[in-house]
C-alpha cells in the first residue's frame, strides 16, 4: 500500500489547534516544510517500512547492523536538514517551533515508526543539553545531535530497577580530571547501537561513590559510544558494549539494545549538570519523550486508519442488509464497518489534536509563558497515555475490519497493532502517567491548572454531552483533591481518560465549527464535520460512564488477599 502523508489535517491542525501563525511562522514555510517532509517520507522511509518489520536489525559482535537501505534513508535524513528544524539556531538548527517539528516527525513516523524513534530519541538528548549541559558540551555534541549525524540515546533502565529508577546500581567514579569512569548495565535502550551515525551519545544515569540511596543519589551523564579527538571527531572507542538486542513483539526495525558501560575500566563520562541533579535533568529528556511517545499513536493510528480504509473500499463482499438490489457492494458501505473505520478516523484526529495541542503549549513555554508551561505539565500524561491508547484502539481495529486477512501477516495490518503494543509501556506507563495526573499535576498547585482548563473548556463547549463531561471531570477533580492517597491512585486511569476524552471533544468541536466556515476541500470538511459528530455524539458519552470508575475508591480493589487472585 501507498503511504499518503495526512498533510491537509496537519495542516488544519497546525492552524486552528497548535496556532502556529501567533509563533511568528508564515503559512507558505508551514507549507513548504509539512510537503517537503512528505515527499521525503513517502520517497525514502515508507518503502523500507515492511523490509524493517520482515528483516529488522541484526546483532553482530562488532555491533548492531541494520537492514539494507537504512543507511541511505537516514544519510538522506541528514543531508536534507529534517532534524534541525526544532533545535537552536546556535547550534546549527533552524530555530522553528517545535510543533513544526512535530508534523515532520509524525509524517516520518506513519512512514517507518519503528525507524523514526532513532530521530526521536535525538529530541530528547538535545533538550537535556540545551538545558543542563556546559557551554563546553553544547558546542562539542549539540550540531551533530541537531543534523542527527549522531544520534542521542537516554540510559534509565536497569534488569532489578525497572521503573523504580531511584534503584540502579550504574556506577560513576571520579578520574582525577574532572571525567568519570562509569560502569554498569543498562536494558531496553532504543537505537543504543546502530550502524546509521558515526557516533552515539548516551545519557546515563548513574550513582556517584558516597550518593544516598533512592533517586536523590543519582547523576547524570554524557558517555559518547566513541570519545572525542583533539578535533572533536569521534576517536577512541569508550568501551561501551551492545551485548545483545531484544527480540520484541514489533519495532523489528528499531534496535532495543542491552547495554554494558566499562566491561574494561575504560569507559569515560562526563557530568551533565550538578551532581547527584540527574533526577532533574532527567524529566527535562523523559517530559520531552512522553510528548513524543503520544505522537507515536498518532503515527500508528493515522497508518492504520490509512490502511484499513484502503482495504475497505476495495474488498466487495455481501449486499447491503435492507437494499433492494442483492449485487456485493464494498465492506465500507455495510453500517458496522464503517462504524469502524470512522471510529478509527475520529479517534486519530483526536489524537493528533491532543499532541499538537500540547506541543504548541511546549512552543509557548519555551518563549516564557508561565500559563502555557502549566498546562504543558497538565497535558503532558495525558498526550502520552491517551494518545497511546488510541494508537492501540485504532490500530485494533484496523485488523478488525480487514477480518481474517488481518490476522495474516501479509496484509500489513497485524504489523500496526504489534508495534502499537510498546507505547502505552514507554517512558512511564500509562499508569504511571495517571499517578502523575493525580499527584503532582494535580496536587501541587491545588487543581489550579486543571480547574484553568475546565474553565477554558466550558466557556467554549456547545455539544450537550461534552458539557456534562467537563462538568464531571471538574467533579473528579474536586473528589481526587479530598481523597487519600489509594483511593486517587484506584481512579486515576478512569480520569485520565475522562480528561483526555474532555480535551480531545473540545478540540474536535473547535475545528467543525471552523472547518464549516472554512473555504478549501468539501471532502476534508465533510469528514472533519462527520468525525466530530461522532466524537461528540459516541465516544464523549462513554467517557461519562467512567465517573462511576474514578471515584469508587480502592476499596473493592483490596477486598482480599492477593493470594485470592490465583484461586
Not at 534488569?159 to 548495565?185: E, F
Request: with cysteine.
Amino acid at each position: 500500500m501507498t503511504f499518503t502523508p495526512a498533510l491537509a489535517d496537519q495542516r488544519f491542525v497546525l492552524e486552528h489547534v497548535a496556532g502556529i501563525g501567533e509563533l511568528g511562522v508564515d503559512s507558505d514555510l508551514v507549507d513548504a516544510v509539512i510537503d517537503g517532509a512528505g515527499a521525503f517520507a513517502a520517497g525514502e522511509w515508507a518503502p523500507l517500512d515492511r523490509l524493517g518489520d520482515t528483516v529488522g536489525a541484526t546483532w553482530t559482535q562488532d555491533g548492531v547492523v541494520m537492514p539494507d537501505g537504512y543507511r541511505a534513508a537516514y544519510r538522506a535524513y541528514v543531508e536534507g536538514g529534517w532534524g534541525t528544524i526544532g533545535s537552536p539556531e546556535a547550534f546549527g538548527g533552524q530555530g522553528l517551533p517545535i510543533s513544526l517539528a512535530t508534523a515532520v516527525l509524525e509524517t516520518l513516523g506513519t512512514a517507518n515508526m519503528g525507524f523514526a524513534l532513532c530521530p526521536t530519541l535525538n529530541v530528547g538528548a538535545i533538550e537535556a543539553l540545551v538545558h543542563h549541559g556546559t557551554p563546553a558540551q553544547q558546542a562539542a555534541y549539540l550540531p551533530h545531535l541537531a543534523s542527527g549525524a549522531w544520534t542521542g540515546t537516554m540510559n534509565l533502565t536497569e534488569p532489578q530497577a525497572g521503573s523504580d529508577v531511584g534503584a540502579l546500581k550504574t556506577r560513576a567514579v571520579p578520574r582525577g580530571d574532572g571525567s568519570w569512569s562509569i560502569s554498569g548495565t543498562k536494558i531496553f535502550i532504543s537505537f543504543g547501537d546502530h550502524d546509521l551515525a558515526e557516533n552515539i551519545v548516551h545519557l546515563v544515569l548513574a550513582r556517584t561513590p558516597d550518593a544516598p540511596p533512592g533517586t536523590r543519589g543519582i547523576s547524570l551523564f554524557l558517555v559518547p559510544k566513541y570519545r572525542l579527538d583533539a578535533d572533536g571527531n569521534p576517536g577512541a572507542f569508550n568501551d561501551v558494549r551492545v551485548v545483545s538486542i531484544e527480540h520484541k513483539m514489533g519495532l523489528h526495525a528499531s534496535p532495543t539494545c542491552v547495554l554494558s558501560f566499562g566491561d574494561n575500566g575504560d569507559c569515560i563520562g562526563e557530568l551533565i549538570g550538578e551532581e547527584m541533579g540527574g533526577i532533574r535533568a532527567m524529566f527535562t529528556m523523559m517530559n520531552n519523550a512522553r510528548l513524543n511517545v503520544g505522537l507515536q499513536g498518532v503515527q500508528v493510528a493515522e497508518r492504520a486508519t490509512q490502511r484499513a480504509v484502503a482495504y475497505a473500499r476495495d474488498r466487495i463482499q455481501s449486499a447491503r442488509a435492507g437494499s433492494p438490489s442483492r449485487d456485493s457492494v464494498a465492506i465500507i458501505e455495510h453500517p458496522d464497518v464503517r462504524r469502524m473505520v470512522m471510529r478509527m478516523k475520529a479517534q486519530t484526529m483526536a489524537a493528533r489534536a491532543l499532541c499538537y495541542y500540547a506541543f504548541g503549549q511546549l512552543d509557548r513555554a519555551n518563549g516564557g509563558d508561565a500559563a502555557a508551561g502549566a498546562r504543558l505539565d497538565l497535558l503532558t500524561p495525558l498526550a502520552k497515555a491517551h494518545g497511546t491508547d488510541l494508537g492501540n484502539e485504532v490500530a485494533s481495529l484496523g485488523v478488525q475490519v480487514h477480518g481474517g486477512m488481518g490476522y495474516i501477516e501479509e496484509t500489513g495490518a497485524a504489523q500496526h497493532f504489534r508495534d502499537a503494543r510498546i507505547t502505552p509501556i514507554y517512558e512511564g506507563t500509562n499508569g504511571i502517567q495517571a499517578a502523575d495526573l493525580v499527584g503532582r499535576k494535580l496536587t501541587g498547585d491545588d487543581g489550579a491548572a486543571l480547574f484553568a482548563l475546565i474553565t477554558d473548556m466550558r466557556r467554549e463547549a456547545r455539544h450537550d454531552a461534552l458539557i456534562a463531561l467537563i462538568a464531571a471531570c471538574e467533579g473528579v477533580g474536586r473528589y481526587m483533591l479530598a481523597a487519600d492517597t489509594d483511593d486517587r491512585l484506584a481512579g486515576s486511569y478512569p480520569f485520565l481518560t475522562m480528561l483526555s476524552v474532555a480535551v480531545c471533544g473540545w478540540l474536535m468541536e473547535k475545528q467543525a465549527r471552523i472547518a464549516e466556515q472554512s473555504a478549501g476541500d468539501p471532502a476534508f470538511r465533510a469528514i472533519k464535520r462527520a468525525g466530530a459528530d461522532f466524537y461528540l455524539d459516541r465516544i464523549v458519552p462513554e467517557a461519562l460512564g467512567l465517573n462511576a470508575a474514578a471515584t469508587a475508591g480502592a476499596g473493592p480493589l483490596y477486598a482480599v488477599d492477593a493470594e485470592a487472585f490465583a484461586a
